[in-house]
């Protein structure tokens, strides 16, 4: 992406004064009760045959980075550049130019051997950190439960992947807004990851993985109901679910025949491939903290007023 | 007549002290918020690594900031209401001061409830409170430290008519 520095600023002031005017927007005109939705993988039906992994590529080529090259130099020299671009074909992990790709397991259950083949792309959490600690807002989840990364806004700092419990998004140097401002001290290209065809669902259209899936493994709708029909299927023919809970709740729920912490061992993981062990709510003592904050400043006052009154009643009582 | 009055006038040590520590803990974790210390290599120095932890950080952030939440009102209602009341003077600079702050502080409380709490808030507003935060923040690093460093941060204001302090309590007489 290239952007001059007088469009970064241009960007930068018309999204302000989008921001003032949004703030003056009552949250029932937003839309803020939309439900969720929700993706459910069936893993006893993936095939592994990654149609849905060419079908995305095709689908979001367009949002893929075209870096300019060479990329500034950084200071401190060590800061490392992140650069897919001449390994854009690359298929067995995530990167910026492949947002899904398929993890193969082989695991011995119940006596037998099993092949299961586990798509894998953001798993699009109810309370994502990625979006909580973006320091631009530019990592965000939508009303419908999707989380989405800004290009525009994202400096690459890549700290929604070193909190997104699974690693995800994944950074491309030489492209975004940090080009127009300081390339050499601060930011480092695009952080990159699976927007859910957004578009598309904004269209009314299916994500591109879910259209082109041959077997019907990956279902979307309201997160109530795909969850409702997970439990029903994991209760009544005894499988395994992942992601139901995990992080405090996601909007992917995987269900399986063989359980997850044997999937987790038997799987490839490190970069660019997510692990499929149980999670912790990492926002969980940031929503405390973050309670504390809000009570904090009513506490004040009125520890506050309560000492004024006694100060004022002490002065009075004085001159008196 | 001409006094000077220090735009602090009346805080007790322990606020003084409570009030640059909790903003020395808010703008330093402010900042980790920007993966600076990451960038950097703040985090490699031996004994530094937390400042790479982001979720330790943002505690950090959050607990420092629900103490300055606490300050806040604390030393509004117990200073500046009291001197006013007891001397019938106005201090515009400690005003435009906690004005300053009191915006700073909104936006960092903004921001917490905007990027945590604002599924299908506009991305455009969450950005703008995000900047409003980091243009405050660094409005706010760089006035206060002139403030608190000088021992002249003292203002002068228009003594009234038998409103004089030879006291010394609120500054020294110029």
Not at chain 1, 231 to 244: P, Q, S, W
Not at chain 1, 284 to 309: H, K, N
Not at chain 2, 44 to 63: A, E, I, R
Request: glycine share 8%.
């Amino acid at each position: 992406m290239d952007i001059s520095r007088r469009e970064f600023f241009k960007n930068t002031a018309t999204k302000t004064g989008a921001g003032i005017a949004a703030m003056m927007v009552p949250a029932v005109l937003k839309g803020a009760s939309q439900n969720e939705l929700a993706t459910m993988i069936d893993l006893r039906k993936c095939i592994g045959c990654e149609s849905c992994v060419y079908a995305c590529q095709e689908s979001n080529q367009s949002k893929y980075p075209q870096p300019q090259k060479p990329f500034p130099k950084m200071y401190p020299e060590k800061v490392k550049v992140s650069d897919w671009s001449d390994k854009r074909d690359v298929t067995e992990r995530l990167t910026p130019y492949n947002w899904l790709y398929i993890q193969r397991a082989q695991v011995e259950h119940n006596g037998e051997m099993t092949e299961v083949s586990i798509p894998r792309r953001c798993m699009h959490c109810q309370n994502p950190p990625c979006a909580h600690l973006c320091p631009f807002g530019a990592a965000h989840k939508e009303n419908n439960g999707i989380t989405t990364i800004d290009p525009e806004l994202c400096f690459g700092g890549a700290k929604c992947s070193a909190v997104c419990p699974w690693n995800i998004p994944q950074r491309q140097t030489g492209v975004g807004p940090y080009l127009s401002v300081a390339p050499a001290l601060a930011g480092n290209g695009v952080m990159y990851k699976c927007d859910r065809c957004f578009d598309k669902i904004s269209e009314g259209r299916m994500p591109a993985c879910i259209e082109a899936c041959p077997v019907g493994a990956q279902t979307i709708g309201p997160r109530d109901e795909i969850v409702a029909r997970a439990k029903k299927m994991a209760d009544e023919e005894n499988l395994y679910l992942y992601g139901l809970d995990e992080n405090g709740g996601t909007n992917t729920i995987y269900v399986s025949a063989v359980p997850f912490d044997k999937l987790n061992q038997a799987i490839e993981k490190g970069p660019g491939k997510p692990h499929l062990a149980k999670t912790e709510d990492t926002m969980a003592r940031t929503d405390v903290l973050a309670g504390a904050l809000l009570t904090a400043p009513f506490a004040g006052a009125v520890a506050s007023v309560t000492g004024f009154y006694r100060q004022i009643k002490k002065y009075f009582g004085e001159k008196k | 007549m001409k006094k000077t009055t220090s735009i602090y006038p009346e805080l007790p040590q322990w606020y003084r002290y409570a009030f640059i520590i909790t903003t020395a803990m808010l703008l330093f974790s402010g900042l980790g918020q920007m993966p600076l210390y990451k960038r950097y290599f703040i985090a490699d120095v031996p004994g530094f690594s937390w400042t790479g932890d982001y979720f330790f950080l943002n505690h950090l952030h959050y607990f420092s900031a629900a103490l300055m939440a606490f300050l806040i009102p604390v030393g509004f209602f117990k200073n500046y209401f009291r001197s006013y009341i007891e001397n019938n003077e106005s201090r515009p600079a400690a005003y435009a001061f906690i004005i300053m702050f009191a915006a700073f502080f909104a936006a960092d409380i903004a921001k917490i409830i905007a990027a945590g709490y604002g599924a299908g808030y506009p991305r455009e507003m969450i950005f703008t409170i995000s900047l409003m935060n980091i243009l405050l923040t660094f409005l706010f690093v760089i006035t206060v430290p002139l403030l608190w460093a000088s021992k002249k941060i003292l203002i002068t204001v228009e003594a009234k008519e038998g409103n004089t302090d030879s006291s010394g309590k609120y500054g020294a007489p110029q």
